[in-house]
């Protein structure tokens, strides 16, 4: 077998509404079939989605969360550049398309936001992290009021972190923050770890470093020498 394309076919609820729709993100409508249409194409460069009205798989409804099943399709769009990414997403924003998750340097290397089509298909439009002269775009600043917090961590584990911090270039306030807002995100969405893939790597090498000699789970057995 030697497959020369792969085309998704998504079921949708009216053809001509997703023609359009696919034209508000930078989609061509290519062609549609029968009298009236109930099947067509929409492309974009050397790629096509079919359209197929009412049929050839499923949907979900117009206000489908993320993690509502398996109803609606999910495809990836890969595009060059980070800053492609938060194009799109611009775009999506000005053409009144529906985001479900804003650009996001996700662990596994990659720039992604994700936009809900009005059957419940989900479309994550991806680039690399590390493409050549990627800088993330600034955030306005936010400003806080910090409070002190008596905490006590368990001594390798401080080290750790502080090593980490350094190698973040971030100071242990900020490192400490960006984790525990990371943990109060689901899982689901991918966003639950703060760290690269080569940020991971390097802390492996502290954990070995710095002798932790136990998993994340440990904490729950910690009990403070005399």
């Not at 775009?91 to 936001?113: H, L, S």
């Not at 350094?166 to 899982?187: G, I, N, Q, R, V």
């Not at 969405?189 to 893939?197: D, E, I, L, R």
């Amino acid at each position: 077998m030697n497959v020369g394309q792969v085309i998704p076919i998504l079921n949708v609820s009216d053809l001509a509404a997703s023609f359009e729709w696919f034209a508000r993100i930078g989609w061509e409508w290519r062609w549609d079939y029968g009298d009236p249409p109930d099947f067509g194409a929409v492309g974009n460069g050397g790629n096509e989605i079919f359209l197929c009205l009412n049929g050839q798989g499923g949907r979900a409804g117009g206000n489908a969360g993320e993690d509502d099943g398996n109803r609606g399709v999910w495809m990836s769009w890969f595009l060059s550049e980070p800053a492609e990414v938060d194009e799109a997403h611009a775009r999506a924003v000005r053409e009144g398309v529906t985001v479900t998750q804003p650009p996001i340097d996700f662990p596994w290397n990659m720039r992604e936001c994700h936009l809900r089509h009005p059957d419940g298909h989900f479309i994550r439009v991806g680039a690399p992290i590390e493409a050549k002269g990627w800088v993330p775009p600034r955030e306005p600043p936010l400003v806080v009021q910090r409070v002190d917090v008596p905490v006590r961590l368990e001594r390798r584990l401080a080290a750790a972190l502080a090593d980490l911090a350094a190698f973040k270039e971030m100071s242990l306030t900020e490192c400490l923050e960006e984790t525990l807002l990371h943990t109060f995100e689901p899982l689901g969405g991918g966003v639950a770890s703060p760290h690269t893939p080569h940020q991971l790597r390097h802390i492996q090498e502290l954990k070995r470093r710095h002798k932790m000699d136990y998993d994340c789970h440990a904490s729950y057995r910690f009990v403070e020498a005399p």
